[in-house]
């Protein structure tokens, strides 16, 4: 079992930045693939961006070229660096991992405001 913890979330206004943190309690190295999700109130829990044991990274095109998710497995350290930050991305923000294809854990998730 892997604990992530989320920190870094806060209130920022429109055009500002924030890089959140995800720390897990055990290796990241040999995770399958980690990942920022979020999740505003009313809607679905959607993914923000994604990084691959390799180093591959996947953005959603919501936030492509604004937003930088990286990975230190020396820290067992997930990052995301959010920049030009728009209201549109306030949500709760939750890391997650993915040991296998059908194990993935979960962070208890950080919010993030952004006003206008």
């Known amino acids: 079992q892997v604990q992530l913890v989320e920190s870094g979330g806060g209130l920022v206004q429109a055009g500002g930045s924030l890089r959140l943190s995800c720390a897990a309690s055990?290796?990241?190295?040999?995770?399958?693939?980690m990942g920022w999700y979020r999740q505003a109130p009313g809607k679905q829990r959607e993914l923000v961006a994604t990084?691959?044991?390799?180093?591959?990274?996947t953005y959603a095109d919501s936030v492509k070229g604004r937003f930088t998710i990286s990975r230190d497995n020396a820290k067992n350290t997930m990052y995301l660096q959010m920049n030009s930050l728009k209201p549109e991305d306030t949500a709760v923000y939750y890391c997650?991992?993915?040991?296998?294809?059908?194990?993935?854990?979960w962070g208890q998730g950080t919010q993030v405001t952004v006003s206008s």
């Open positions: 990084i691959a044991h390799g180093g591959t990274t």
């Open positions: 997650a991992a993915d040991r296998t294809r059908t194990t993935r854990y």
């Open positions: 055990g290796s990241i190295f040999s995770m399958l693939a």
